[in-house]
Each structure stands twice: as structure tokens, then as C-alpha cells.
């Protein structure tokens, strides 16, 4: 296993999605050491004082009156980590579990919390080891932290909780003691500070953001593959037309859509004559639409990225200023925001796909393809009933769009009385990128039966490779077949990148840098 080693406050997406991808293990890079003792050492002195500091020497929220004896913190710490771990549903996926470790590490890591080292040196072992705490998936509104989350991470450093270690699920004390490592005893504030924060929410809204990346990537091979295919037009992908508009990700998906289909015979066939003067918008509009969530996109990964980099626990040790001050870092209206924008993209990027399969399959619309695009009409019914689960998908995620951020409910005895729901506005996207994998995995499919439909014309070269990817994998449809098998094989040669992988970098664009993007 490699070992990344980031800097608190300088962590880029890039980063992220390689600790995402690869399993990465972790080291905060020992510069932030003397900021994290010296807010440790604040908060110990803060523990024994007589001024009522939040969380440290009190009770936590409407419980914030209470005063708490030195010699009951570490016991306060831990009865908060065992009576917020109430999350429940399915457990958290190992590799979003792991960039929420990451992402803990990296707000503590600023110096601001009061954590002491020796806790983020406990979780950096955990993460080189493959030790991954169960994370319940739901329990958290987003705001006063991903309390619930959090807590079921941070009961498997204390001994308490679950975790799967070398692929068995066990007892977090278990896990532990089999990997050689110690439980930590919290010190004052500890727990909370582990507790409070975004990193849940972040961690799935990171994800649903690397997935969506992927697609959106994918969209340029399908959309480019389905134009060929009803023999459209690739006058609307010239620059001038997307220059007098002048959004980035327009410009961009444009260019890479008439490099990709550059050579084409298919289309050099019906550039005179063609009778057709404008295809329809699913065709003619394709770099608006795809270029808009480009955009989209690259706003919520700057988002997120700013989000990966922060300290988001409650109180902060202001070390210049010689405060701890309770603020509202923890609240994640931002992480909210970002996962509704990229929640929308998902949905579009769907929603103008689908009717590129309905296109494809209407021989009153896809100019001459047949019925279905079944070798037999009649006999086979060929992609009509694929077209209809695309239908399906395309309505769930228009549903599934609907903004989270815009909810909210008060908790905890009203004194968190407007919170983010961050939390299952993130989560929703791993299933969103799902049902538009399958979309794009269906699309491919018809636009490979398409282009193969106008033989002996050729697609462009850089299209002939990706359908010499895809018939390694799922031949042509000579005759009906059950069909199951097919899409979902489709689908994962879109998120994998497989198709990508085939093409030179030129042909694709860059939809992770999000600094240029401002």
C-alpha cells in the first residue's frame, strides 16, 4: 500500500480521489505538529480552569449549562462517543468510510482543534493497517457535525464499536488489538472534536462527485457515438457558435465532441443533400447541456475541496488570537449546496441522454435506423424495452434531484434549530451515478447498433476503438437475447473508463480542475 503524505489546508482534489480510488494510507505531514500540540496543550489548560469552555469542561448542547469536574473529563469524552453512535441502514462503503478518515485527519490537522497527535497518529495506523470502522449511512441532519457518523469512527479508536479488519467484521477493541495497535483514551474535548464536522457528509459528496466525473466523461463518447449513429449534424459543435457564448465547459465539450468524431465517413456522407435543416435539441444541444454540468461540477468540487481542507469542529482554539471560541464550522450548508448542484448535473446529463436512446430507437426520428433498432423487426423487438429502462432511470433521478439543502428540522431540544441535511443529499448520489451509468451503458449499446447499421460507412477512428472495446465484451444484437447481462456490462465499461482508456488524452477534457474554473 502506498502512502500519501498531505499538508492541512493544501489538499486537492486530485489528492482525494487517489486516497478514494487507491486505498491509499495517510500521513498528515508532520509541519502541522507544533500548531495541534499547541492547541492540544490550550485545551488540557482550559480542562482545569474555572471559565466554562463548551465541550471541555461542560455538557454539549441544551447540557451546555452544565459544569463538568476535571476528573470526569475522560469519562465525558467517551459517554459522548458511545451515546451518539446511533446511526442505522446500511453500512458505509470502504472506500468512502476511508476518505472520511482522511478527510478527519486533515481538519484536525490545522491546528484548530485541540486533538492531540498522538489521536491523528491512531487513525493514520488505522488507515495503513486496513482497519475501517462500520459506519451506519444514516443518523445525521449536517449540522452540529455528522455527530452519529463520526461517532461510530471514532468508537473503534477507543476499543467500542465494529470494523473489518483483513476482511472479517469484529469488534472494534478486536480489530485493533489483531492489527497491533492501542485504543486511545480521549482527553479533554477529544471526543467532540473527532465528532463534530462535515467529513461524513464530505466524504459521500466527494464520491458522488469522483463517479460523476466519470460520466460526464463518458457522456462525450456516447453523445458523440449517438450522433454518428442518426447521422446528425456536427455543424452545432462549431467554436464560433460556443465562443459567442462563452462558457467554459460549452467551449470545451464542443471541441472534444468534433475531435472525437473528426474522420468520420458517416458524417462526411450527408453533408450536402441532407434534407434535414436541424436535428433535434438531444443532438443539437448537446455541449449546452453537457457543458452547463461541466460547469456545474467543477463549482461543487471547488467546493468541496475548500470543505476537504477545514476545520469544522466546535469549540476552535484561535492559537494567535488566545481563544477557544464556539462558532458554527460544523454547520454543512456549503457541503449541501454542493452535493444539490452536482445532484442536478447527474439528472441532466440522464435526461438528455435518454432521449438520445429514444431517438435512436423511433424509426420516425433516427433517420432510416430500424424499428428498434432490431435486425428482424416484428419478430425481435430488439432495444424497445432497454429505451424503457432508461425512461425509468431518467424519472428516479429527476426525483432524486430534488435539493436537500432547502430542508430542515430542529433538533436537539430546538437549541439546533435549522440544520443543512447534508448528510442524505450526499449519500443520494452514489445511487443518481448508478442509474445514469446504466442510461449511458444503454445508450452505447443503441449507438453501437447505429453506427454499425450504416456499414459499410465508418465512424470516425477514435469511435471505431471504443466499439472495438465494447464487442470485446458484448457482441453485436443479431437476434433478441435476454438482455440483463448486456446493460449491466455496458454500464461498468462507462464507469470503469475502460471506453476512455482507449482514446488519446486530446479527445477528453479535464472536468477535476476546478481552480481554472473561477
Known amino acids: 500500500m502506498s502512502t500519501l503524505t498531505l499538508t492541512p489546508g493544501n489538499v486537492t482534489l486530485s489528492d482525494l480521489e487517489a486516497v478514494f480510488r487507491d486505498e491509499t494510507a495517510v500521513l498528515v505531514d508532520r509541519s502541522a505538529k507544533p500548531a495541534i500540540d499547541e492547541a492540544a496543550g490550550r485545551i488540557a489548560k482550559a480542562a482545569t480552569g474555572s471559565d466554562a469552555v463548551y465541550g471541555v469542561n461542560t455538557g454539549f448542547g441544551k447540557l451546555a449549562s452544565v459544569k463538568i469536574a476535571p476528573e470526569d473529563t475522560a469519562t465525558l469524552q467517551r459517554n459522548l462517543i458511545l451515546s451518539h453512535c446511533c446511526g442505522v441502514g446500511d453500512a458505509l462503503d470502504r472506500a468512502t468510510t476511508r476518505l472520511m478518515m482522511v478527510l478527519k485527519l486533515l481538519s484536525l490537522g490545522r491546528g484548530a482543534s485541540?486533538?492531540?497527535?498522538?489521536?491523528?497518529?491512531?487513525?493514520?495506523?488505522?488507515?495503513e493497517k486496513g482497519i475501517t470502522p462500520v459506519i451506519p449511512s444514516q443518523g445525521s441532519v449536517g449540522a452540529s457535525g455528522d455527530?452519529?457518523?463520526?461517532?461510530?469512527?471514532?468508537?473503534?479508536?477507543?476499543?467500542?464499536?465494529?470494523?473489518?479488519?483483513?476482511?472479517?467484521?469484529?469488534?472494534?477493541?478486536?480489530?485493533?488489538?489483531?492489527?497491533?495497535?492501542?485504543?486511545?483514551?480521549?482527553?479533554?474535548?477529544?471526543?467532540?472534536?473527532?465528532?463534530?464536522?462535515?467529513?461524513?457528509?464530505?466524504?459521500?459528496?466527494?464520491?458522488?462527485?469522483?463517479?460523476?466525473?466519470?460520466?460526464?466523461?463518458?457522456?462525450?463518447?456516447?453523445?458523440?457515438?449517438?450522433?454518428?449513429?442518426?447521422?446528425?449534424?456536427?455543424?452545432p459543435l462549431l467554436p464560433e457558435i460556443h465562443q459567442l457564448r462563452g462558457h467554459r465547459g460549452q467551449i470545451e465539450v464542443a471541441h472534444s465532441m468534433r475531435t472525437i468524431m473528426e474522420g468520420s465517413e458517416i458524417r462526411d456522407s450527408h453533408r450536402e443533400g441532407d434534407q434535414r435543416v436541424q436535428d433535434p435539441?438531444?443532438?443539437?444541444?448537446?455541449?449546452?447541456?453537457?457543458?452547463?454540468?461541466?460547469?456545474?461540477?467543477?463549482?461543487?468540487?471547488?467546493?468541496?475541496?475548500?470543505?476537504?481542507?477545514?476545520?469544522?469542529d466546535n469549540p476552535l482554539v484561535l492559537i494567535d488570537a488566545d481563544r477557544i471560541v464556539s462558532g458554527g464550522n460544523f454547520h454543512?450548508?456549503?457541503?449541501?449546496?454542493?452535493?444539490?448542484?452536482?445532484?442536478?448535473?447527474?439528472?441532466?446529463?440522464?435526461?438528455?441522454?435518454?432521449?438520445?436512446?429514444?431517438?435512436?430507437?423511433?424509426?420516425?426520428?433516427?433517420?432510416?435506423?430500424?424499428?428498434?433498432?432490431?435486425?428482424?423487426?416484428?419478430?425481435?423487438?430488439?432495444?424497445?424495452?432497454?429505451?424503457?429502462?432508461?425512461?425509468?432511470?431518467?424519472?428516479?433521478?429527476?426525483?432524486?434531484?430534488?435539493?436537500?439543502?432547502?430542508?430542515?428540522?430542529?433538533?436537539?431540544?430546538?437549541?439546533?434549530?435549522?440544520?443543512?441535511?447534508?448528510?442524505?443529499?450526499?449519500?443520494?448520489?452514489?445511487?443518481?451515478?448508478?442509474?445514469?451509468?446504466?442510461?449511458?451503458?444503454?445508450?452505447?449499446?443503441?449507438?453501437?447498433?447505429?453506427?454499425?447499421?450504416?456499414?459499410?460507412?465508418?465512424?470516425?477512428?477514435?469511435?471505431?476503438s471504443v466499439l472495438a472495446r465494447l464487442r470485446e465484451d458484448v457482441p453485436p444484437l443479431h437476434a433478441d437475447r435476454y438482455m440483463a447481462p448486456d446493460l449491466e456490462t455496458a454500464a461498468e465499461l462507462v464507469r470503469s473508463r475502460a471506453l476512455a482508456s482507449v482514446l488519446a488524452p486530446g479527445h477528453l477534457i479535464s472536468l477535476g480542475d476546478t481552480h481554472a474554473a473561477g
Open 147 to 235: 455527530l452519529a457518523p463520526l461517532a461510530h469512527m471514532t468508537a473503534v479508536l477507543i476499543g467500542e464499536g465494529e470494523a473489518v479488519y483483513s476482511g472479517n467484521r469484529m469488534p472494534g477493541g478486536e480489530a485493533l488489538e489483531s492489527a497491533g495497535l492501542t485504543p486511545v483514551v480521549l482527553g479533554p474535548k477529544e471526543g467532540l472534536g473527532l465528532i463534530n464536522g462535515t467529513q461524513f457528509s464530505t466524504a459521500c459528496a466527494l464520491s458522488g462527485l469522483f463517479e460523476a466525473w466519470r460520466l460526464a466523461e463518458a457522456t462525450l463518447l456516447t453523445a458523440s457515438l449517438s450522433t454518428d449513429a442518426i447521422m446528425g449534424s456536427t455543424a
Open 281 to 312: 435539441y438531444c443532438i443539437r444541444c448537446q455541449p449546452q447541456v453537457a457543458g452547463a454540468c461541466v460547469d456545474l461540477l467543477r463549482m461543487a468540487g471547488r467546493t468541496l475541496e475548500i470543505e476537504a481542507n477545514a476545520a469544522t
Open 114 to 127: 485541540g486533538v492531540r497527535f498522538e489521536v491523528l497518529g491512531l487513525i493514520e495506523d488505522c488507515l
Open 332 to 464: 454543512a450548508e456549503p457541503v449541501a449546496f454542493a452535493a444539490d448542484q452536482i445532484a442536478l448535473a447527474i439528472a441532466e446529463l440522464g435526461a438528455i441522454a435518454q432521449r438520445r436512446v429514444a431517438l435512436m430507437v423511433d424509426p420516425s426520428l433516427s433517420f432510416d435506423l430500424p424499428p428498434f433498432l432490431a435486425k428482424d423487426p416484428g419478430l425481435n423487438s430488439g432495444m424497445m424495452i432497454a429505451e424503457v429502462t432508461t425512461a425509468a432511470l431518467m424519472s428516479e433521478n429527476k426525483h432524486l434531484a430534488n435539493p436537500c439543502s432547502t430542508d430542515s428540522t430542529p433538533t436537539s431540544a430546538n437549541q439546533e434549530d435549522h440544520v443543512s441535511m447534508a448528510a442524505h443529499g450526499a449519500m443520494r448520489l452514489a445511487r443518481m451515478n448508478t442509474n445514469l451509468a446504466q442510461i449511458l451503458g444503454v445508450e452505447l449499446l443503441c449507438a453501437a447498433e447505429g453506427v454499425e447499421h450504416r456499414a459499410p460507412l465508418k465512424t470516425s477512428a477514435a469511435l471505431q
